[in-house]
T-cell receptor
Framework: KAGVTQTPRYLIKTRGQQVTLSCSPISGHRSVSWYQQTPGQGLQFLFEYFSETQRNKGNFPGRFSGRQFSNSRSEMNVSTLELGDSALYLC??????????FGQGTRLTVV | SQQGEEDPQALSIQEGENATMNCSYKTSINNLQWYRQNSGRGLVHLILIRSNEREKHSGRLRVTLDTSKKSSSLLITASRAADTASYFCATLTGGGNKLTFGTGTQLKVEL
């Protein structure tokens, strides 16, 4: 069974731009969650989608948004990028609840 | 925000020794999961222990959970150089798949 696939693996963007990250979950998994990892704040939960509906949301500004498609693939978007958005963004897929399996992440650098 | 702390922050041992990491958390949980991360890459799921379980084994891994003390420990027996990584505990609370991560323990296993 293929694992969680995140694309792209690396991104460099300029302040003020927007970015879209993609995540394909494990086949059959309907829950997709997104996390931000930085050296200062550690691993922080962004949001979770289940069957195309946002089920949980973390404490991030509205510039961070996401969606999930009918095939469970998910995208997250960050608008008006700031230097502080530089981070490793991780996607995790799960069955309804239970063990979460992570992708390799997208490393975003904002310059 | 972080659910709790992991202790120690860093641990250096010799190959063949056992490594023990501790995790404390703040609120009631559904389950607790342990993950490994190599050099800022994706998280690898190691083991899940439910709130009604006290101990669980998987290969060289042994996890305990004490819900009265809101703490868990991960023991890696007969460690190998390949076990060098950061280890995180994560708690699942409420509905859905929102994981709250600890601060992590950096383990170094030397030959």
């Amino acid at each position: 069974k293929a694992g969680v696939t995140q694309t792209p693996r690396y991104l460099i963007k300029t302040r003020g731009q927007q970015v879209t990250l993609s995540c394909s979950p494990i086949s059959g998994h309907r829950s997709v969650s997104w996390y931000q990892q930085t050296p200062g704040q550690g691993l922080q939960f962004l949001f979770e989608y289940f069957s195309e509906t946002q089920r949980n949301k973390g404490n991030f500004p509205g510039r961070f948004s996401g969606r999930q498609f009918s095939n469970s693939r998910s995208e997250m978007n960050v608008s008006t990028l700031e230097l502080g958005d530089s981070a490793l963004y991780l996607c995790a897929s799960s069955l309804s609840t239970g063990s979460a399996f992570f992708g390799q992440g997208t490393r975003l650098t904002v310059v | 925000s972080q659910q709790g702390e992991e202790d120690p922050q860093a641990l250096s041992i010799q190959e063949g020794e056992n490594a023990t990491m501790n995790c404390s958390y703040k609120t009631s949980i559904n389950n607790l999961q342990w993950y490994r991360q190599n050099s800022g890459r994706g998280l690898v799921h190691l083991i899940l222990i439910r709130s009604n379980e006290r101990e669980k084994h998987s290969g060289r891994l042994r996890v305990t959970l004490d819900t009265s003390k809101k703490s868990s420990s991960l023991l890696i027996t007969a460690s190998r150089a390949a076990d060098t990584a950061s280890y995180f505990c994560a708690t699942l609370t409420g509905g859905g798949n929102k994981l709250t991560f600890g601060t992590g323990t950096q383990l170094k296993v030397e030959l």
